[in-house]
């Protein structure tokens, strides 16, 4: 099974200021016969289902708002909210669809400082 | 309106079972993957289940296999997990999720969840 890590478990960040969340699994997903990285990202508000923000690791689902991005290859992959909103409040969760189990990271909250 | 709403769930004793469903609405059913995707209370995400568009391949998390069965129903956009031999493990509010069409792995649609407690 590939094992998802996420780092840090939490961060609060200022209105406007960047966040940055880190995922890490342990293998490699990245097909080679597509260089595609198998690798997703969502965002869970409390009471609510997740929400599919990125998929192949860096394109973002329809309408996502431009300051989520994702980057990364291989192992290691980042979800970078480029200037924090309020409504961004929320636990980010990285995906793999490398093999299955399909797996997910614990997740990372993200509050506002 | 792309829609996908959970039935279902509940308290049932350890041993018991129970049955999920899903009814899907807004989009061609019978063309995509399905999941069920389950989170304990407080806890992470977990992947369940998938089946194949027309029914021919499934596949499972090791921790349900043998005890839980996903199916669908294509005629009524449907999608169902048939739960036994329920575990306390297994309370969790379950997630029906459409499978990425394009990518084939991610969960781009989401249900509201239906809590499934197993509890004496």
């Known amino acids: 099974d590939i094992v998802m890590t996420q780092s840090p478990d939490s961060l609060a960040v200022s209105l406007g200021e960047r966040a940055t969340i880190n995922c890490k699994s342990s293998?490699?997903?990245?097909?080679?016969?597509?260089?595609?990285?198998?690798l997703a990202w969502y965002q869970q508000k409390p009471g609510q289902p997740p929400k599919l923000l990125i998929y192949?690791?860096?394109t973002r689902a329809s309408g996502v708002p431009d300051r989520f991005s994702g980057s990364g290859s291989g192992t290691d992959f980042t979800l970078t909210i480029s200037s924090l909103q309020a409504e961004d409040v929320a636990v980010y969760y990285c995906?793999?669809?490398?093999?299955?189990?399909?797996?997910f990271g614990p997740g990372t909250k993200v509050d506002i400082k | 309106e792309v829609q996908l709403v959970e039935s279902g769930g509940g308290l049932v004793q350890p041993g018991g079972s129970l049955r999920l469903s899903c009814a899907a609405s807004?989009?061609?059913?019978?063309?995509?993957?399905m999941s069920w995707v389950r989170q304990a209370p407080g806890k992470g995400l977990e992947w369940v289940a998938d089946?194949?568009?027309?029914?021919?391949?499934?596949r499972y998390v090791d921790s349900v296999k043998g005890r839980f069965t996903i199916s669908r129903d294509n005629a009524k956009n449907s999608l169902h997990l048939q739960m036994n031999s329920l575990r306390a493990e297994d309370t969790a509010v379950y997630y029906c999720?459409?499978?990425?069409?394009?990518?084939?792995?991610?969960?781009?649609?989401w249900g509201q969840g239906t809590m499934v407690t197993v509890s004496s």
């Open positions: 293998q490699s997903v990245l097909y080679s016969s597509n260089n595609n990285n198998y």
């Open positions: 192949w690791a860096s």
């Open positions: 995906q793999q669809y490398y093999s299955t189990p399909l797996t």
């Open positions: 807004g989009f061609s059913f019978s063309n995509y993957w």
């Open positions: 999720a459409r499978m990425d069409g394009a990518t084939g792995g991610d969960f781009d649609i």
């Open positions: 089946i194949k568009q027309d029914g021919s391949a499934t």
